[in-house]
């Protein structure tokens, strides 16, 4: 046997027949408050990333629920493209949107489609400028300790080493002693005497030579 469900009491069902409108009528009037689109700006770049502001086009009001927004990129010359990426929430309030992934510097022609909430639609050329690199550090070899006459140790001239006095010559002679010099004189006094002993044995002999005759 089956069972039919009891139809619910006139005063309950007059209630909850007028609720259902009312309900229906609050969310449409949110809906219609906010708006049906979204209003996307893109703002620029910071360090490579897009920037966009997300906000319902009705009021300007920030979107407080997640965005499913793609985010796409092609170069000046059509040569290069980035993405599609996704919007994620930024640091600079609430209605201001990122993405994780840089783009390279150069020219870029960004496009962003948003599917939720709510649809939109933004494109904008955005410039991503050329980041120098940082400035090598310098060495840190120590630099020589400059000479006490305030020249460069490197130029300083090592003095010539000092020179050896003279030897003294072989053909020097040595001061003359005493001794020496009265032996040479008695040298020469016996050379002389024997000279003139010779000379007169001969004027002896030649005498005796001439007498014999």
Do not use: Y
């Not at 629920?65 to 092609?74: I, S």
């Not at 040569?79 to 870029?108: F, I, Q, Y």
């Not at 020179?163 to 006094?189: K, L, R």
Request: hydrophobic letters at 45%; charged letters at 15%; a negative charge.
């Amino acid at each position: 046997m089956t069972t039919r469900p009891r139809p619910l009491p006139f005063p309950a069902a007059l209630g909850l027949a007028l609720l259902l409108p009312v309900q229906a009528v609050a969310l449409a009037g949110a809906a219609h408050a906010h708006g049906d689109t979204l209003k996307v700006v893109i703002t620029g770049q910071q360090a490579g990333k897009v920037t966009a502001d997300v906000t319902w086009e009705n009021d300007g009001d920030p979107v407080e629920e997640a965005v499913a927004a793609t985010v796409n990129a092609v170069s000046a010359d059509g040569s290069r493209t980035a993405g599609p990426w996704r919007l994620v929430r930024g640091t600079g309030g609430a209605a201001t949107w990122t993405t994780a992934e840089t783009l390279p510097p150069g020219t870029w022609t960004v496009t962003v489609d948003a599917g939720f909430p709510s649809l939109g639609h933004a494109q904008q050329e955005v410039a991503v400028p050329v980041v120098d690199p940082a400035p090598p550090t310098a060495s840190s070899g120590a630099s020589p300790a400059p000479s006490p006459s305030g020249a460069p140790a490197t130029a300083t001239a090592s003095a010539p080493p000092a020179s050896a006095p003279p030897a003294a010559s072989a053909a020097t002679s040595p001061d003359s002693d005493p001794d020496s010099d009265d032996a040479g004189w008695w040298t020469t006094a016996g050379v002389a005497g024997i000279a003139l002993a010779g000379a007169a044995a001969g004027i002896l002999l030649r005498r005796r030579r001439l007498r014999r005759l």
